[in-house]
Structure formats: structure tokens, C-alpha cells
């Protein structure tokens, strides 16, 4: 099983360029999330969707917005990118409630 | 909300034991979890705990829970270098179940 796949590794892109983050997991779980990991500060959360159909807005969701394509695919746009939005992005899936959240191996995001 | 609250860096001489804390905000947080995070991969579960458990040992790894002090531990014993890695402790609480709360993470040094 390929688990939760994320899509591009790595970007560069400069201030104000748009991009989408893209995610997806082939273990047919309900819930998906998007992470984001700054040095000292371990992953703080973005978005997630609970179940398909649904988004809500995590602890740091300024600057993005997300998408539940369907049950499979949970992407993460940058409308205008910016400096402070440089990190590693984590994309996660769990079953539900309480059970293991499996990650995806993160994209590194550098905006310059 | 929940706030997790670790340590951000240990250093251990191989085959010492390692032993990585954690403090948290909110005593009603059902799941508690270890995840363990190599260099440029994401997270993977090490380990869990229910909160009606004190302590659960799998092979090398040792989980206390004191309730009392809100305080989690993962003990590491005969610590070797692929050991090598940043270890987050994280909780689901009660009031939020479709989100995990992750602590900064402690990075953990092996010296050989």
C-alpha cells in the first residue's frame, strides 16, 4: 500500500505565486488534515476535514485554503505565497476518532 | 485547548537509556501517542497509551503516564544510533477528536 502520498517534495516558488499541494490516501479513511512543521514549533495544524464533504480550520489556517475532492484526495492551495509560509508541509489520514494518523513524507515549501 | 509541551533536544551515549518528557494541558485527552519522525521522512507511530493506563511496554520502549501531573514518558532502553531521531508526544483531547495536538518534539542525539 502506497499510504498517504503527497505531491510535489519540493518547490520553490516566489512572493505573491500561487501553487496547490496535493494529497492523497489509498486507505479509505474518513479523515484527512494538513500540517504544517516549523523548527521548534512541531506541527501545528492547518485545515482538516473530518469526512468527506466537510473542512474545517485548524490552528493556522490564514494564507490557504483546502479542498475534499473526495474521500481519497484532501489538497491545500496557496493563493499568494509568502515568505512566513515557507516550511514542511505534512498531509495525515486517520480512520477516526482516536486511531493512528498516518502521514504522508511532507513537501518542503520555500518561498522566496 | 490542549497544549503539549516536550523538551527540544536530548543527548545519549549509545546503549544508555533515553528517557523524552512531556507535559499536558488537558487531562481528559483520551489517546495519548509517541510518534517518531527521521530525518526528511514524516511521522510514524512508535507507540500509544489509553488514558486508563499507567504504564505499556513494547520491546525496547517504555510509556508512563501520571495522570496526576499530567506527565508522559517514553523510556528507550539500550539506545542505539538509528534511535537517532525527533520524537512528538501528542494527544487527542475529549472535546476535539478529529484533531491531534502534537508538542514541539525533542530531538534526540545518540553519540557512539
Excluded at chain 1, 475534499?68 to 512566513?84: C, D, V
Excluded at chain 2, 543527548?11 to 512531556?22: K, L, P, Q
Excluded at chain 2, 489517546?31 to 514524516?42: H, M, R, S, T
Amino acid at each position: 500500500n502506497a499510504g498517504v502520498t503527497q505531491t510535489p517534495k519540493f518547490q520553490v516558488l516566489k512572493t505573491g505565486q500561487s501553487m496547490t499541494l496535493q494529497c492523497a490516501q489509498d486507505m479509505n479513511h474518513n479523515s484527512m488534515y494538513w500540517y504544517r512543521q516549523d523548527p521548534g514549533m512541531g506541527l501545528r495544524l492547518i485545515y482538516y476535514s473530518a469526512s468527506e464533504g466537510t473542512t474545517d480550520k485548524g490552528e493556522v489556517p490564514n494564507g490557504y485554503n483546502v479542498s475534499r475532492l473526495n474521500k481519497r484526495e484532501f489538497s491545500l492551495r496557496l493563493e499568494s505565497a509568502a515568505p512566513s509560509q515557507t516550511s514542511v508541509y505534512f498531509c495525515a489520514s486517520r480512520a477516526g476518532d482516536g486511531t493512528e494518523a498516518f502521514f504522508g513524507q511532507g513537501t518542503r515549501l520555500t518561498v522566496v | 485547548g490542549e497544549d503539549v509541551e516536550q523538551s527540544l533536544f536530548l543527548s545519549v551515549r549509545e546503549g544508555d537509556s533515553s528517557v523524552i518528557n512531556c507535559t499536558y494541558t488537558d487531562s481528559s485527552s483520551t489517546y495519548l501517542y509517541w510518534y517518531k519522525q527521521e530525518p526528511g521522512a514524516g511521522l510514524q507511530l512508535l507507540t500509544y497509551i489509553f488514558s486508563n493506563m499507567d504504564m505499556k511496554q513494547d520491546q525496547r520502549l517504555t510509556v508512563l503516564l501520571n495522570k496526576k501531573d499530567k506527565h508522559l514518558s517514553l523510556r528507550i532502553a539500550d539506545t542505539q544510533t538509528g534511535d537517532s531521531a525527533i520524537y512528538f508526544c501528542a494527544g487527542i483531547p475529549n472535546t476535539g477528536g478529529f484533531k491531534t495536538i502534537f508538542g514541539a518534539g525533542t530531538r534526540l542525539f545518540v553519540k557512539a
